[in-house]
């Protein structure tokens, strides 16, 4: 039996990150099925893209366009909605965008009890942001966002409340920043092998052959 490690870096806000996992779960989804007494472990690091992002968030398309402009934004969205499709998510460009620093804070809180629930966190943050155009940057979102993740409501809104997490989060931000990561997502596997991007389902079985050849 071989215990795979998958340390992944990525921010809330990043489309290509929720692609990444959807791949790496695609990929880890066929090895186990040649390899069943094989386990994965995740464990998700925080990114800022935006460090400056406001809160609350501001229109996702004006601050798209204002950064893109409108048709490279159009070229970029119509890009997403193809892959997304082919990925099993359903992208919506509509409503808000801003800072992600507290939505970092909630997968702390999710780390906290253990790897999959830190999962369950990042998928119902997902969901919101790229799905049902949630504003991530907003307290009340990230509230039903971790209750849907099964974590406990007063202790989600007390940990909102305060800055539980944020000294993690953000040594863990500097951390990758000190490791010349410039860009999200970025899988680690094992501690040597390194996808930058959201590669196919064929680069992280190419990883998983190295560990379990070693």
């Known amino acids: 039996m071989t215990n795979i490690r998958i340390d992944i870096v990525s921010d809330t806000v990043c489309p290509w990150c929720y692609v990444g996992k959807k791949r790496m779960e695609s990929a880890i989804a066929q090895w186990t099925s040649t390899h069943p007494s094989d386990t994965f472990t995740t464990t998700w690091y925080p990114f800022y893209l935006d460090p400056t992002a406001p809160i609350p968030g501001e229109d996702k398309q004006q601050r798209y366009e204002r950064k893109f402009g409108a048709a490279r934004t159009t070229m970029m969205q119509q890009r997403l909605a193809a892959i997304g499709d082919a990925e099993g998510i359903a992208f919506k460009f509509g409503g808000r965008t801003g800072n992600t620093r507290n939505s970092h804070r909630l997968v702390q809180l999710g780390k906290t009890k253990g790897p999959d629930r830190q999962t369950r966190v990042i998928e119902e943050l997902f969901a919101a942001y790229f799905e049902n155009e949630q504003d991530v940057s907003d307290v009340g979102v990230l509230q039903k966002a971790g209750e849907k993740a099964g974590l406990g409501a007063e202790e989600v809104k007390e940990w909102l409340a305060s800055d539980k997490g944020g000294k993690e989060v953000d040594e863990e931000v500097e951390r990758a920043q000190r490791r010349f990561i410039s860009g999200v997502p970025h899988f680690t596997i094992n501690g040597k092998y ?14 998983f052959e190295k560990v379990k050849g070693e």
């Open 194 to 207: 390194e996808l930058g991007g959201a590669q196919e389902a064929e680069a992280f079985l190419e990883a």
